[in-house]
């Protein structure tokens, strides 16, 4: 197994987890206010906030899934590479971002968020699945 193919299932081990962490969020089995920066101020805004995650963590799986060529979907691989570059951008101000969190809990989210960056970067720079 190559080292990108380790990163890909790595990021998608990840991904299963917070996703399943959102719908722990949806269902308030964990609260919303040690999330988004304890920002959320109703159910609604969490419900909305946490399905546009879930949606978001699915299409960076799938991406995964289709660069590591684990599916098979007929997109342009100029379009998984913006989408991958897209992903990274987003995780590293997302790193940024979770280092000024109101709470402790989302401030450890950085070192959560670094590893999505570096992996992603991993995948990016491998040459041999493009």
Do not use: C
Request: charged residues 15%; aromatic residues 14%; positive net charge.
């Amino acid at each position: 197994m190559t080292r990108t193919n380790k990163a890909i299932n790595v990021l998608l081990l990840i991904l299963v987890a917070v996703i399943a962490f959102h719908f722990l969020i949806i269902f308030k089995v964990i609260p919303y206010s040690i999330t988004w920066g304890g920002r959320l101020k109703n159910d609604q805004e969490m419900y909305v906030f946490e399905s546009v995650s879930i949606l978001i963590n699915v299409v960076l799986g799938l991406t995964l899934m289709v660069k590591g060529k684990l599916i098979s979907l007929s997109l342009p691989k100029v379009v998984i590479s913006f989408i991958l570059w897209f992903f990274l951008v987003v995780f590293v101000l997302n790193t940024i971002g979770n280092l000024f969190a109101k709470t402790d809990f989302e401030k450890y989210f950085s070192l959560l968020t670094l590893l999505f960056a570096i992996l992603i970067t991993i995948v990016i720079r491998d040459k041999s699945l493009q």
